[in-house]
């Protein structure tokens, strides 16, 4: 039973063959290398596997020959090498492929062995979804880094995980059984995912060790058929605490050797492992201020270790200090332009600024970084959250797509041309080479992989996404509701008309106006506490007292942020009259009188969007009860259980803020609700 969660939208689940389906379905299967651990080997297997369990037909698989109604996969090499020169062969960059079903038989060629295997998910994609349309098209990537993180502690811990334990790390060592490890590569081949760094960016030094690396070394091996790489995070202090020297500045001798040797042992066992995720000088983390050496510097030390392997830094935007609240010029949200505009042209061109989508920290909404449009001679990445650390913990259903595409799709104007985040930051803006996306995951041993079955929309989207940003929200999902829950069409309408409304509804119960989320933000990061926001050094402040509320982040009066962006759109959120609502309070101080665009006052926005929002996901638990034995009944069982408290802990967030705001704010609820009357 297990197994309905592991395979994730990997199904293929049996379909009925029509007589479309039994005209088109190749008789045989040509895998061009018979090198079993190859991608493209592993790919003939996934077709020949994905055929039985869909279609109950056996394909054999050879590869060597090229029949004319088989299907063939691999690199166009391979095919030119097997199958004779090609008229009119696709143009690929890396990692792309060219699938066409419209000729005889089926042709599945990757500009490498990796592209091979995603044209070959890409057509069982298609086959599960009964969809036998003649096709014959490439694609390639939007960028080349198409990343995962994984924030998992060498004890087997996961710092904000919601799925059990690691699947790689135990008791300070890699775990001997890596059959999980293998999984989840190919969940990510499917998706075209390329790399995963497995342990948190809170490294720990020991991560390093002789026996470790070796670890990793295995790690790396069942990755490596499905094309993806390893990628690990380091701790900046490493040469000192397991090296035993006495500094771990940058620009020492010592140190420089350090880093050079151990990449060199790292690459001895892991030729093709993908570079190092830095985080430094960020929320106690080590880094080279210590030695009054810039961030640069730091950067650049990894890069220079790595450059004859051709491995990448990935080197974290997200730093920033602690604050002084009673300093009203303050302001966290302005740190990572702060710390890094000034170090624009001074990385080595393997090194990738990793920026979080929002300047603060994965809030329900917030504005996009204006790191973005402050870079032009270094190479960007996006960062998201699969993981819901800050929106429901995978106990609430949260499609997040909408939300990335706010950034994704938002045109930052730099030098009033047109410049979407998406052009940014896969390099197409400012030319940059090297670029992409980077998403927390955080997988672990539970057999949902996340922890919930419906979290696993945003972890397929996120892929999509990645390799092409300007793909569809619900289109995507459309596709992941079909590969996990079958082709019923009320399962696809409800399913898809609960994951849309659940991003406005979980803002609505909790932070609303670009508040932020008005989570607990001192320790869990769950359920409602507006309170925590403020009186602290964190920076994440509301300033919320008994008659106003929002942050003046304005250049004229406040700290000064609006000014990070670019004339345009530094003047649209300068002016409370063109700011938008959803983020009036991110860049505003003002009363809780202030009528919005809405025409609503902010008090009464606030009461009426909460109880619109639990009213929402009360919802969510009787849609997904009309769908009752269409499900299998443990999914459904186990979803209907997490919709039944979302129900209930929508209205627990709902009461605890209207309540916060009406106590604070003494402004009765103009429908009666909040308060005694
Ligand atoms: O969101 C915060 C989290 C930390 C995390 C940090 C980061 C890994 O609360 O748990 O540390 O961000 O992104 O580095």
């Not at 390093?208 to 790489?229: C, H, K, S, W």
């Not at 303050?330 to 979080?356: S, T, W």
């Not at 730099?414 to 080479?433: A, H, L, M």
Request: glycine content about 8%; aromatic content about 12%.
């Amino acid at each position: 039973a297990a197994e309905n969660g592991l395979k994730g939208w990997l199904r293929y689940e049996s379909l009925p063959c029509s007589s479309q389906c039994r005209r088109n379905l190749p008789s045989g299967i040509v895998a061009l290398n018979a090198t079993e651990t190859s991608p493209v080997y592993v790919a003939g297997l996934e077709l020949q596997e994905g055929l039985k369990d869909i279609y109950g037909s056996h394909a054999q698989i050879t590869h060597s020959q090229c029949e004319t109604d088989s299907v063939v996969v691999g690199t166009i090499d391979q095919y030119r090498q097997t199958c004779g020169r090609m008229d009119e062969p696709p143009e690929l960059d890396e990692d792309g492929f060219w699938l066409s079903t419209s000729g005889q038989g089926v042709q599945i060629l990757g500009q490498n062995e990796r592209g091979a295997l995603y044209g070959a998910f890409e057509y069982l994609s298609m086959l599960a979804q009964g969809n036998f349309s003649e096709v014959a098209y490439s694609t390639n990537p939007s960028a080349p880094v198409r990343w995962v993180n994984q924030w998992d502690n060498m004890d087997g811990s996961i710092e904000r995980g919601y799925g059990g334990e690691s699947i790689f790390f135990k008791d300070g060592g890699i775990v001997n059984d890596l059959s999980r490890a293998a999984q989840y590569a190919r969940l990510l081949a499917s998706i075209r995912i390329n790399a995963v760094v497995v342990n948190n960016v809170n490294a720990n030094a020991t991560t390093l060790t002789p026996q470790n690396i070796e670890g990793l070394g295995r790690i790396a091996d069942v990755f490596r058929p499905y094309g993806v790489q390893l990628g690990i995070s380091l701790n900046f202090a490493t040469p000192q605490i397991l090296g035993g020297l006495s500094t771990y500045d940058p620009l020492n001798k010592c140190v420089i050797q350090w880093w050079t040797n151990v990449t060199a042992q790292i690459y001895k066992r892991v030729p093709d492992m993908a570079g190092y995720l830095v985080k430094a000088d960020s929320e106690g983390e080590p880094g080279p201020e210590t030695y009054n050496r810039t961030l640069a510097q730091g950067a650049n030390l990894f890069a220079k270790a790595l450059q004859p392997y051709g491995g990448i830094v990935m080197f974290r935007a997200f730093v920033y200090n602690q604050l002084n609240e009673s300093n009203w010029k303050a302001d966290r949200a302005k740190a990572a332009v702060d710390f890094f505009k000034p170090l624009d042209g001074k990385f080595e061109e393997n090194v990738i600024v990793q920026i979080k989508y929002g300047p603060i920290d994965f809030q329900v909404r917030e504005p996009t970084s204006p790191l973005f449009a402050n870079l032009f001679h270094t190479n960007t990445a996006l960062e998201v959250e699969v993981t819901q650390e800050y929106l429901g913990q995978q106990s609430h259903l949260l499609y997040l797509p909408p939300l990335w595409k706010t950034v994704m799709d938002f045109d930052l104007r730099v030098e009033r041309q047109p410049s979407v985040v998406r052009d940014i930051y896969t390099g197409k803006r400012f030319n940059r080479k090297l670029g992409g996306s980077a998403a927390v995951v955080n997988v672990g041993t539970n057999a949902t992989w996340l922890g919930s079955h419906l979290s696993m929309s945003n972890l397929y989207a996120y892929g999509r996404l990645a390799w092409d940003p300007t793909e569809d929200a619900q289109e995507i999902l459309e596709d992941w509701i079909r590969l996990t829950f079958g082709l019923d069409n009320k399962v696809l309408q409800t399913l898809t008309r609960m994951s849309m409304e659940s991003w406005p509804a979980y803002e609505n119960y909790s932070g609303n106006l670009g508040i932020q989320t008005l989570t607990d933000i001192l320790y869990t990061h769950y359920g409602p506490n507006p309170a925590s926001q403020d009186n602290n050094g964190w920076g994440q402040w509301t300033r919320a007292n008994h008659k106003t509320i929002g942050m003046d982040r304005t250049v004229s009066k406040g700290t000064g942020y609006t000014g990070q962006y670019p004339a345009e759109v530094a003047a649209i959120y300068e002016n409370l009259d063109t700011t938008p609502d959803n983020l009036v309070l991110w860049f505003h101080h003002v009363n809780y009188t202030h009528r919005l665009h809405s025409g609503k006052t902010v008090i009464q926005h606030f009461y009426d969007a909460h109880y619109e929002g639990a009213v929402t996901a009360q919802t969510f638990l009787t849609q997904w009860e009309s769908l009752e034995g269409k499900v299998d009944p443990e999914r459904y069982e186990d979803i209907r259980r997490r919709l039944d408290y979302q129900t209930g802990h929508s209205i627990v967030w709902r009461d605890a803020i209207v309540n916060f705001y009406h106590n604070l704010s003494r402004i009765p609820d103009e429908m009666k609700r909040v308060g005694n009357h």
